[in-house]
Every structure is written in structure tokens, then in C-alpha cells.
């Protein structure tokens, strides 16, 4: 079935710093999802992107979509304390399925 | 987040022994998703179930039964719990807004199996 592959799976970045975390498919996928996970917590919907080349902007976070469809990439500037915790991407996994990476666990050196 | 509980949410106990976990819903969602969450392996899908009685088996879903006799609520059985199951395991149901399914996840169930 459809799969998404995440790099890295871990990342310690300090305070302040920016960071880029990386989704990538083998196949081309017709959406990506992102979502959130703060440490004892339950996944959160941060943003879908379905057009070639998009790209997203919530405050500090910005998505984009491969040209291909095939990757996307959160990118994270001026990193606070709050962002710790697990990013997942998602692509659609058939019969309104998701098919999710395996995580960026991000933890946040003050 | 989309009227989604789980019960218990937390449980111990021992191998061989049968569990039910219940995820509950208000909003009359038709689809609902079990996950289990294991470090290093993300979120994996157990069963999924996309009406009344209406269910099918996700990409771990041995050892694993579920039932939807109500729109409202989805329940995952162990049959015979095994220390591999020990798990974090989540509820979702899937929810359209536009062109876009968005799932919505419960708090979750830690189960520790002995």
C-alpha cells in the first residue's frame, strides 16, 4: 500500500533555530497532511496541501509540496519551546485511509 | 476535538486475558479508525470502519476484533491479550470540510499487557 517515508526521525534543535523536516513518497499523491503531536498527546490536523508547488505559511511553520507530489517539507523558524513533539505526514491510503510517516520527533534544547 | 472519548484510558493487565477498549463519538461520523502507537513505528492501523457493522482489517489488525453496532461507538477487542500489544492506542474519525477529510483523534488508551 501506499507509504510515506519521514526523515529524520529525530531531531534536537536549539532554541531559536530554524529546522526543516522532510516527507517523502515513491509514488505521486494526490494530498498531503500534516499533523502535530505534543508529548502525552493525541495527534492534531495542522494543514493539508494538494496543488503541485503550494505552499502554506501558519506563523512560523511553513509547508510545501513537491513540484512532483511525490515530497513535502515542514520548515519551523525561530523554534520555541512549544513546538516540541512529533510531526506526521500523511498521504491517502485508499478507502479514506491515511497512510502516515513514521514521525519527526522534534525536541527543543532552551 | 470533534466530540471524540476513548475508556479507559489507561489499563493494566495480564496476558491471556480478553480487553475491550471504546471509542464513543457525537457528531454521527462515518468513519472511525483504530491506531496503536509504538515507538519507532508511528501510527499503525488496526480496523477501520466505514458504517454500522460495516468494518475492515487495517495493516495490524491480527489479534485484533472490532464492532460498530452504533453509529456512535466503535469498540477494539483483544481476544487474548499478548505482551506485543502492549500499546498506545488511539481512536479517529474522519471528518469533511470542503474538498478536505481531516481525521480527528480521541485522547488515547495506554494498555500495558503483563
Known amino acids: 500500500g501506499q507509504q510515506v517515508m519521514q526523515i529524520p526521525q529525530y531531531q534536537h534543535v536549539q532554541e531559536g533555530e530554524d529546522f526543516t523536516t522532510y516527507c517523502n513518497s515513491s509514488?505521486?499523491?494526490?494530498?498531503i497532511q500534516w499533523y502535530k503531536q505534543r508529548p502525552g498527546g493525541h495527534p492534531v490536523f495542522l494543514i493539508q496541501?494538494?496543488?503541485?508547488?503550494e505552499v502554506k505559511k501558519q506563523k512560523r511553520l511553513t509547508f510545501q509540496f513537491g513540484e512532483a507530489k511525490k515530497n513535502s517539507s515542514l520548515h519551523i523558524t525561530a523554534t520555541q519551546t512549544t513546538d516540541v513533539g512529533t510531526y506526521f505526514c500523511a498521504g491517502p491510503g485508499g478507502n479514506n485511509r491515511l497512510a502516515f510517516g513514521k514521525g519527526n520527533q522534534v525536541v527543543v534544547i532552551p | 476535538d470533534a466530540g471524540i472519548t476513548q475508556s479507559p484510558r489507561h489499563k493494566v493487565t495480564e496476558t491471556g486475558t480478553p480487553v475491550t477498549l471504546r471509542c464513543h463519538q457525537t457528531?454521527?461520523?462515518?468513519?472511525m479508525y483504530w491506531y496503536r502507537q509504538d515507538p519507532g513505528h508511528g501510527l499503525r492501523l488496526i480496523h477501520y470502519s466505514y458504517g454500522v457493522k460495516d468494518t475492515d482489517k487495517g495493516e495490524v489488525s491480527d489479534g485484533y476484533s472490532v464492532s460498530r453496532s452504533k453509529t456512535e461507538d466503535f469498540l477494539l477487542t483483544l481476544e487474548s491479550a499478548t505482551s506485543s500489544q502492549t500499546s498506545v492506542y488511539f481512536c479517529?474519525?474522519?471528518?469533511?470540510?470542503?474538498?478536505?477529510?481531516?481525521?480527528?483523534f480521541g485522547p488515547g488508551t495506554r494498555l500495558t499487557v503483563l
Open positions: 496541501l494538494v496543488k503541485s508547488g
Open positions: 457528531e454521527n461520523h462515518r468513519y
Open positions: 479517529a474519525i474522519s471528518k469533511t470540510s470542503g474538498s478536505t477529510d481531516t481525521q480527528y
Open positions: 509514488t505521486t499523491l494526490s494530498n
